[in-house]
């Protein structure tokens, strides 16, 4: 399970939906808090939303809180990320991450990767 697989980027008109997925290589997620960053070009990463590895906690960046939802399959082989009421401001390369350990909201805690998937929303 040290792969990280996202897909479901795309390009989205303001105020539409995407729902990004990230799956594993094998195995479940359930040991480990599992997390979404974004890049946007020339800057550095941002944290978006994490959900701790019993699922009892959430947390959302201010920029996101109330648009975007964190959850996990039942079988916790992938993990989502529902984006609704999109905003050019959300345009970014979107990433997963994963790692043992409590909710963090630095990218270097973080110690599997996926190589991300682009998510371009249009004014």
């Known amino acids: 399970q040290d792969k990280l697989v996202e897909s479901g980027g795309g390009l989205a008109q303001t105020g539409g939906s995407l729902t990004l997925t990230c799956t594993g290589s094998g195995g479940t997620f359930s040991s480990s808090t599992m997390v979404w960053f974004r890049q946007a070009p020339g800057m550095g990463r941002e944290f978006v939303a994490a959900?701790?590895?019993?699922?009892?906690?959430?947390n959302y960046a201010d920029s996101v809180k109330g648009r975007f939802t964190i959850s996990r399959a039942f079988d916790k082989t992938k993990f989502y990320l529902q984006m609704n009421r999109l905003k050019p401001e959300d345009t970014a390369l979107y990433y997963c991450?994963?790692?043992?350990?409590?909710?963090?909201?630095?990218?270097?805690?973080?110690?599997?990767w996926g190589q991300g998937t682009q998510v371009t929303v249009s004014s």
């Open positions: 991450a994963r790692r043992l350990g409590p909710i963090s909201y630095s990218a270097t805690s973080y110690d599997y």
């Open positions: 959900m701790s590895w019993n699922g009892y906690e959430t």
